[in-house]
C-alpha cells in the first residue's frame, strides 16, 4: 500500500475503507502489517521521504483508533529508499523483517529504523506445498 496506488489517498480514507470491508465480510484478523517495499522496484509509487513518513503514519493512526493492532513488515533495504536511513518514528511497533536466507533464526538481523530486535522473520519467499506457492515466516514461540 503506497500514495501513489489508486485510492489511497488520504490513508486515513483508505485504511477505513479497509476496516469496513474486513468487519462486513466477517474476516477474522489479529494484526494488520504495513507492507513498506518498492513496488516491483519502481520507486514512484512513493513520494518524498515526509511524504511516506506521514502517508503511513496516518494509516497507523486510523488503525490505532480503531483497537487493530499493527506491525512494520519491511527489510532495511526497501526502508532507507521509503523513509531514508534516520527515520525510527515506527520502532514502537513489531518489526516482520524478510531475509530469504533459509535460517530460522535472527543471528542475520542488522538494526535499521530504530528496531534493535524483530518479531517475525520471512526466510524463504519460494515456499510450495501441495501446489500452493507461499513465503515461510518463523518466529520463536
Known amino acids: 500500500m503506497c ?3 489508486d485510492g489511497n489517498v488520504p490513508a486515513s480514507s483508505a485504511m477505513d475503507n479497509l476496516i469496513t470491508y474486513l468487519q462486513n465480510n466477517d474476516v477474522s484478523f489479529g494484526m ?3 507492507d513498506i517495499e518498492l513496488c516491483d522496484n519502481d520507486p514512484s509509487c512513493w513520494n518524498s521521504l515526509q511524504d511516506n513518513i506521514d502517508f503511513i503514519q496516518e494509516a497507523v493512526q486510523t488503525f490505532q483508533k480503531n483497537n487493530i493492532a499493527v506491525g512494520i513488515y519491511s527489510t532495511a533495504w526497501e526502508w532507507e529508499r521509503v523513509f531514508g536511513s534516520d527515520f525510527t518514528g ?3 511497533l513489531p518489526l516482520w523483517y524478510a531475509n530469504p536466507d533459509g535460517n530460522e533464526t535472527f543471528s542475520d538481523f542488522g ?5 534493535n530486535w524483530p518479531a517475525i522473520k520471512q526466510y524463504n519467499w519460494y515456499g510450495s506445498d501441495c501446489g500452493a506457492s ?3 515466516d518463523w ?3
Open 134 to 136: 507461499y513465503d515461510a
Open 90 to 92: 515506527f520502532s514502537n
Open 139 to 141: 518466529y520463536p514461540l
Open 111 to 115: 538494526a535499521f529504523g530504530g528496531w
Open 3 to 5: 500514495p501513489n496506488c
Open 32 to 34: 494488520v502489517w504495513m
